[in-house]
């Protein structure tokens, strides 16, 4: 709160961006930002060292060249968002980082270089992200801007998500039609963009119509349920979900924007009966759904009964999730060390399992600084909504932050067993393109809110 | 707004509190369990990253590790695999270890808590991790005179020292390569393991501690001679009637001696010669007078229903809960339901030629580190007495006539008193015919001052049905044995 002060003290009126004040969140964020990138180098070459037994200077010249880009995104802040949250690049970054070394040190263990290395496409994939994410802050100025595109946001996302059902641009990879490709290379996760348009168009949406969503309706059992015409949003992403489910076979894309939607919608409107109505909606369709899809009976059957030999051994069975939790306790409390583990025993542990992978070799230990560093990525986020004086930046700062914790949980609590796994990807960690340039963008954008929200003076006295 | 946004944000604490929870019961709760389950590869690999140590006989390895260029880092690789079969065991890639591979794994692997201190050192100094090297107690020479003289039987040959209890010689056949089960294609051990484990001559049972357990038959009147010169109411001189066929009390079953006729010519006949010419009714009657309390307690002081640790679990031999006194007059000379191992009846022949004292058997002579620090010797160990020195001298007495001039006379060696006690043991097949003979021997020499206790077991009548005995098959293997050894 320091800082705010510092920021109150000049004239409410003066443009701010031109008197040259010292930058004490930049500053901060530089020394963060050095901070990250020690702790990412040294990452590459523990692997090396643990996996490879030397030096490979080709990676670590890679690398460098993303932390110039890291860098140059910190440079751009100091003029287009000088105070914006210092927090939220360097942990993006150092998680990032560490989501690359997991992905080469399985690279080796799987004798893959050069191009067919997943994580030089990571890194490529990652600078692209990040030139991304300089793009929307340099262009969007004020994140008021969205609220116009409130609706076209709505269509991009619906857009995007049939894409992958489109003939001959779809692909359908480990059960879930959820990609698009171009010949045999480049695929992409068109959804995971959604997600953020999803934001958007929910943000813009609720903070136009949350009067009528919130005032009227009929009082039952001391809970005001909302009239039946004002349910058409609720009804019309509930069907989305559920056409994701059945047509996609994503439960876990699904349960996503149904969470990120009744999130919103609950802080939009503040009526608990909505959620309920919302997760009473989603329960009885998936439970529908793990009654007449084999796939989600499946992923059900996998998480209660793991261990029992049938299910471990049946095609599409347990086997994944078990070896992930052989994977995690033979990492124990302080992990095998980078390198030393066996991370690759485990199917696709470089995307869907790279927490396992991590967790293997960095121990418990290592799982509780990642969750921590999600945990202060997410709070930031959230800072943005207490702070923020707009009902559209709070509502967006929210979501998006929201949708990173919500994907954090389904993930990594399908790979414990918390839940029944689904496949997301880690965000940030796991090797995929387009979760990488999603994730950058929504930093970019929360960047952007945390900017203004600093920017302004305190005016509205909070609700 | 912001009421609902602090609510927002209990929740995701909740579900960040669930995968802190769920990850520490995973890594630090649940994790030894989890390292145990069988299909938890890593905990395998794990094994192999460490340089097994070897199974020494006489300082030259038997099963050593070499390095592979794979997953597993190490093969394991056996010298003389079929012949050593027996006490390595093998080390497969999918499943549990057997023989010294299997009980001394602790050791061999490195993980036993004696070597606590080497491995904390190893962590400090950067040396690789190495077991533990176990010496066994088998003679080289031994070994291969006793798979030489058995041929190709089916059976199992064990030479113990019977001051000391330490096995010198294990063999059993017919035998199987460990070197083919401990390939690392795991699906070719499986189909290697399936093969052997279903061929019906069941090559993977060390018959000497194992399988389907065998009547002992005339060897147990070993047993049951103790039994009756212990009770101070005989004498190796006491009599008996001596008639061509006993009929069970109360039953239809008829006793006859092998060969048929009568014990020797007189109307009596001493337990002595009984024991010499290995006659069946006379030790029916002893068997009789003794009753099955007298009986089952001196063979359980050899050893019968305890199992024993060679440290490889020997199985327990059997004497049985005996119902009635025609069971009790068969099981006196070894035949109803009374089963032994060759180990067990090696025990036996030991204990009488240590003047009644039982040494537990073992084959672990020493296991030290890689840096040849010694972590454990054997140190002779004591079962406890079976008999007095007065009736271990009166047995080795008779077991040194049964074989100079009885029914054990093919284990005569030229200059050496043998001591020896045959077996022809019947068995009755499934479908209630008789199914071939169980063939015997087991004894010691030299009897004045006993060296070596050998025990020879044939199954399958030694390939001749119910035509075979003892003294024609299972006694000139313990000579040649024998020999060999005592040359040495």
Excluded at chain 2, 136 to 149: F, G, L, T
Aim: with cysteine; glycine share 10%.
């Amino acid at each position: 709160m320091a800082n705010d002060t510092a920021v109150r003290s000049a004239p409410p009126t003066a443009p701010v961006g031109r008197i040259r004040l010292p930058q004490k969140l930049r500053n901060l964020e530089l020394g963060l930002l050095i901070f990250a990138c020690v702790i990412n180098g040294a990452s590459i070459v523990l692997v090396q060292l643990g996996a490879l037994g030397h030096l490979d200077l080709t990676l670590v010249s890679l690398f460098a060249t993303l932390s110039i880009l890291v860098f140059g995104l910190h440079i751009t802040l100091r003029f287009v968002a000088r105070d914006s949250d210092p927090f939220l690049l360097p942990v993006a970054t150092v998680l990032n980082g560490l989501g690359i070394a997991m992905i080469y040190r399985i690279d080796i263990a799987d004798k893959q270089y050069g191009w067919d290395s997943a994580a030089v496409r990571q890194i490529a994939w990652a600078s692209i992200a990040i030139l991304c994410a300089i793009g929307v802050l340099v262009i969007i100025r004020n994140h008021r801007t969205l609220f116009r595109y409130t609706y076209v946001s709505g269509f991009v996302a619906i857009v995007l998500l049939l894409l992958p059902l489109v003939p001959g641009l779809g692909r359908q990879v480990s059960g879930a039609r959820v990609w698009i490709g171009f010949g045999s290379f480049a695929t992409f996760q068109p959804g995971e963009i959604a997600k953020i348009a999803l934001a958007v168009f929910f943000a813009g949406y609720l903070v136009r119509n949350r009067d009528s969503l919130s005032m009227v309706g009929t009082t039952f059992l001391g809970m005001r349920f909302p009239r039946a015409r004002d349910l058409g949003p609720l009804l019309i992403v509930w069907a989305l979900s559920m056409s994701v489910i059945v047509f996609q076979r994503d439960l876990g894309t699904a349960l996503l924007y149904f969470g990120l939607f009744l999130v919103m919608l609950y802080v939009a409107t503040g009526r608990l009966s909505w959620v309920l109505l919302g997760l009473a909606m989603f329960l009885g369709g998936a439970f529908v759904a793990s009654r007449t899809l084999d796939y989600v009976n499946g992923r059900i059957t996998n998480w209660l009964d793991a261990f029992n030999p049938a299910v471990y051994n049946a095609d599409g069975g347990s086997y994944q999730l078990v070896q992930g939790l052989f994977g995690l306790a033979h990492g124990g409390l302080i992990g095998t060390g980078w390198g030393q583990g066996r991370p690759d025993l485990t199917p696709v542990p470089q995307s869907d399992y790279i927490i396992a992978s991590l967790g293997e070799e960095l121990g418990l230990a290592g799982l509780f600084a990642i969750l921590a560093l999600y945990i202060l990525y997410i709070s930031r986020g959230f800072r943005v909504g207490f702070a923020g004086q707009d009902d559209f930046g709070k509502l967006l700062g929210v979501g998006l932050s929201f949708v990173i914790a919500l994907q954090c949980f389904i993930v990594i609590g399908g790979v414990t067993r918390v839940i029944p796994l689904t496949g997301l990807t880690t965000p940030f960690l796991a090797a995929g393109g387009s979760s990488l340039v999603a994730n950058w963008i929504i930093t970019a954008l929360l960047l952007r809110i945390s900017d203004t929200v600093r920017n302004q003076p305190r005016l509205v006295v909070e609700s | 707004m912001n009421r609902e946004l602090k609510r927002v944000s209990i929740v995701v604490i909740v579900l960040f509190v669930a995968l802190f929870t769920s990850t520490t019961v995973i890594q630090a709760v649940a994790a030894d369990q989890l390292g145990d389950d069988s299909r938890n590869t890593r905990t395998l690999y794990e094994s192999y990253q460490v340089e097994r140590g070897p199974i020494l006989v006489a300082g030259t390895p038997v099963a050593s590790s070499t390095p592979a260029n794979d997953n597993y880092k190490w093969q394991r690789t056996y010298a003389n695999g079929p012949l050593y079969a027996p006490v390595t065991g093998f080390f497969p890639v999918n499943g549990e270890p057997t023989g010294i591979e299997g009980s001394m794994n602790d050791y061999l692997s490195g993980t036993a808590n004696s070597q606590f201190l080497t491995k904390l050192e190893r962590i400090f100094t950067g040396q690789k991790p190495k077991g533990a090297a176990v010496q066994v107690s088998i003679d080289p020479v031994a070994q291969q005179a006793a798979w030489d003289a058995l041929g190709n039987f089916t059976g199992a040959v064990v030479v113990t020292e019977p001051k000391t209890g330490r096995i010198i010689a294990q063999v059993s056949k017919p035998s199987f390569d460990p070197n083919t089960l401990a390939v690392h294609d795991t699906k070719q051990v499986d189909s290697t393991y399936d093969a052997l484990v279903k061929d019906p001559t069941d090559p993977l049972i060390d018959r000497n501690r194992g399988g389907d357990l065998n009547p002992p038959g005339s060897t147990f009147k070993l047993v049951i001679v103790s039994a009756a010169l212990e009770s101070g109411r005989y004498t190796p001189e006491s009599t008996f009637p001596n008639p061509g066929s006993l009929t069970l009390p109360g039953t239809d079953s008829v006793v006859i001696n092998s060969g048929g006729g009568t014990c020797g010519p007189g109307a009596t006949v001493t337990i002595a010669d009984a024991l010499r010419l290995s006659c069946n009714i006379p030790m029916a009657e002893l068997g009789q007078q003794l009753g099955d309390r007298a009986i089952r307690d001196q063979a359980q002081k050899y050893g019968f229903n305890v199992e024993q640790h060679i440290p490889m679990t020997v199985e327990k031999s059997v004497y049985p809960a005996v119902a009635d006194t025609p069971q009790t007059m068969l099981s006196a000379f070894g035949q109803w339901e009374v089963r032994a191992t060759p180990i067990q009846m090696a025990m036996v022949s030991a204990a009488i030629a240590n003047g009644g004292i039982v040494m537990q058997p073992g084959m672990v002579d020493q296991v030290t580190n890689s840096d040849l620090s010694v972590v454990s010797t054997f140190e002779p160990k004591q079962f406890g007495r079976a008999i007095s020195k007065e009736t271990a001298d009166a047995l080795t007495k008779m077991m040194v006539a049964n074989v100079a001039d009885g029914a054990a006379d093919n284990a005569r060696i030229d200059g050496v008193d043998v001591a020896g006690k045959t077996g022809t043991a019947e068995n009755i097949g499934a479908d209630g015919k008789a199914d071939p003979y169980t063939l015997w021997f087991t004894g010691f020499a030299p009897a004045n001052d006993p060296r070596f206790a050998i025990t020879v077991l044939i199954e399958d009548g030694g390939g001749m049905g119910t035509n075979g005995y003892g003294n024609l098959l299972a006694a000139p293997v313990a000579k040649k044995v024998l020999e060999a050894v005592l040359n040495k």
